[in-house]
């Protein structure tokens, strides 16, 4: 009793993907009575009578539908369809689009079409290698607006998207609108108003869709309906109550396409409590690193709850102001260098709004640790340099000392002592291929606190190769046994010492043979060959680290 209650359906739409059902409540089917069945043998709802003995007794309900669920394979949304806003899975073997032996890599477009306006963002964008079944990676697609879009994919014969076409497809589609969602900030559930007191409401309105435009509308709970203002994604408004009591106030936010998100909150209309609010929990000072998030509880006691603003003061306390948005027990933020000069209280009113009481004083002291990289995207084996800085308000550089550790996740890269200005480098070839993030973490003395760099994302990619090709004859017959050796080298700045692998060996485009590299990263193929004038060339295919080489150099031999 007394609070606000949120019931929740959800509809699987089992043919066609998309949601176009519609579910009918019955007024008045609310209750907390569990309906009588008629047909189970149990009294449900305790009037003493069973099943068909009671006129108030239900069928049962239609079982649902057998078949899929309608939500793809995985549990994941079927592909080319989906919500503005929300990843749509592009997946081509899933309509049946086979890619062709020559195929090497896939890239794909979205583009809105008969008066959709825009395109598609594609994630990953770039080009993307086939699948090691031969079938084309699944990428997504994040649509601005609904409508109906085209998604076209290509087929190419060389790496990252190059070289000529091999087979495009492309299909038509439909992106659904999204409803727009609504968070009350204020007032908070439960807060006490005097009749006559106005109050204000601030609530957070998002739409995934960009190009949507929306529209708030603001229940009071006292027959009072209005619009809303909306501007920088807050819906707001002000009502003072006549009558006490409670008060459901609802908030509802309209996009243009018709659909509506809702929230709500209770607040008390009633008589002013006028007692001053007395404090329970103090908050205490923090020494957090820049960059990392702190968090201070104070709470104060008084019927009905007061209500609490948080507030900062630059001076020394000499001056405070309210913190945008900071009404709840808990202050969250995140610590920065110039929070070393600022401080920080809790304000509680009571209900009335006559009385206050403050919370203790506290402070945030701020350290920051910043980690860069010479080269965010290297490849394998390249060396990269990490540098590591320290900046503290309550020393200068030259003051800092301990250790500067870096870390890849939870793998220490090494450590280094500080050079001039709060600076710690490494010099690492330790970056495997794939995403990696990177912390430098500080700790001042054995026991003090630790500081922790934000993550830096450094992707290592694959490393370039080449192949040279030697022969040890240049003229022969049709029974001579030609030697041809190709060397693989890594190029630079990547580095690898074993080279895993093979070299395919070509007479024109005809493949001639397949030898795998030795420990010395040469492959040798002994061959007799035809009459003519033939022109030999070697690739290397590649592995986990390493990037297939180019054609190399052309060795031709003559044969009779």
């Not at 989906?82 to 309509?95: H, R």
């Not at 727009?180 to 009749?195: E, K, N, Q």
């Not at 080269?375 to 250790?403: H, Q």
Request: hydrophobic share 40%; with cysteine.
């Amino acid at each position: 009793a007394g609070q606000v209650n949120l019931m929740k359906l959800a509809i699987a739409d089992t043919r066609d993907h998309i949601l176009d059902s519609v579910v009918m409540l019955k007024a008045q089917s609310l209750s907390v009575v569990p309906p009588e069945s008629c047909n189970n043998g149990t009294d449900d709802n305790g009037d003493g009578k069973i099943d068909m003995n009671d006129p108030l007794c239900q069928a049962s309900t239609t079982p649902p539908p057998t078949g899929n669920g309608g939500i793809g394979s995985g549990n994941s949304a079927p592909p080319f369809t989906g919500n503005e806003g929300t990843p749509i899975s592009l997946d081509a073997s899933a309509v049946g689009w086979a890619t062709t032996p020559d195929t090497v890599s896939t890239t794909w477009q979205v583009t809105g079409i008969n008066g959709t306006p825009g395109t598609c963002d594609v994630v990953p964008s770039v080009a993307q290698p086939l699948n090691t079944d031969g079938s084309a990676a699944v990428v997504h697609a994040i649509c601005p607006n609904e409508g109906e879009y085209v998604a076209h994919v290509w087929g190419w014969d060389g790496p990252a998207g190059t070289g000529g076409s091999t087979f495009d497809y492309d299909v038509d589609f439909f992106v659904h609108n999204a409803p727009p969602a609504v968070t009350i900030d204020a007032p908070t559930s439960g807060t006490h108003l005097d009749a006559g007191q106005t109050v204000n409401l601030a609530a957070s309105v998002t739409d995934p869709g960009v190009l949507d435009t929306i529209t708030c509308a603001i229940d009071w709970g006292d027959s009072t309906t209005e619009p809303g203002v909306l501007s920088g994604g807050t819906c707001s408004g002000s009502h003072a109550y006549v009558a006490d009591g409670p008060a459901i106030i609802a908030v509802t936010a309209t996009d243009n396409g018709g659909d509506t998100g809702a929230a709500a909150t209770l607040v008390t209309v009633g008589a002013s409590v006028g007692a001053p609010p007395v404090v329970t929990a103090n908050p205490t000072d923090a020494i957090v690193a820049t960059g990392q998030p702190y968090s201070f509880v104070a709470s104060a006691t008084g019927t009905p709850s007061p209500g609490v603003q948080w507030q900062q003061s630059n001076d020394l306390g000499a001056t405070w102001t309210d913190i945008v948005g900071a009404t709840a027990t808990t202050l969250t933020g995140t610590a920065t260098l110039a929070d070393s000069a600022s401080q920080y209280r809790a304000e509680f009113t009571n209900a009335s709004g006559t009385a206050t009481t403050t919370s203790a004083t506290l402070t945030v002291t701020g350290t920051a640790v910043t980690v860069a990289s010479s080269n965010l995207t290297p490849v394998v084996g390249e060396r990269v340099t990490l540098t590591a800085t320290v900046a503290d308000s309550a020393k200068p550089s030259s003051a800092i000392g301990g250790m500067l550790r870096f870390y890849d996740g939870a793998t220490q890269l090494g450590a280094r002592s500080f050079k001039s200005g709060g600076t710690a480098s490494l010099v690492t070839t330790k970056l495997g291929l794939g995403a990696h993030s990177i912390t430098a973490v500080w700790r001042p003395t054995a026991k003090s606190v630790a500081f922790t760099s934000p993550p830096l994302a450094v992707v290592v990619g694959q490393a370039s190769t080449s192949v040279t090709l030697t022969v040890n004859r240049a003229k022969g017959t049709t029974a001579t046994v030609f030697m041809f050796n190709a060397v693989v080298k890594v190029v630079a700045p990547g580095r690898s010492k074993v080279f895993p692998g093979t070299v395919t060996f070509y007479d024109g485009v005809v493949s001639i043979g397949t030898v795998t590299l030795t420990t010395t990263a040469a492959a040798k193929l002994a061959i007799t060959l035809s009459t003519g004038v033939r022109a030999i060339t070697a690739v290397y295919l590649g592995n986990t680290n390493l990037q297939p080489s180019p054609p190399s150099n052309a060795r031709s031999v003559v044969v009779t």
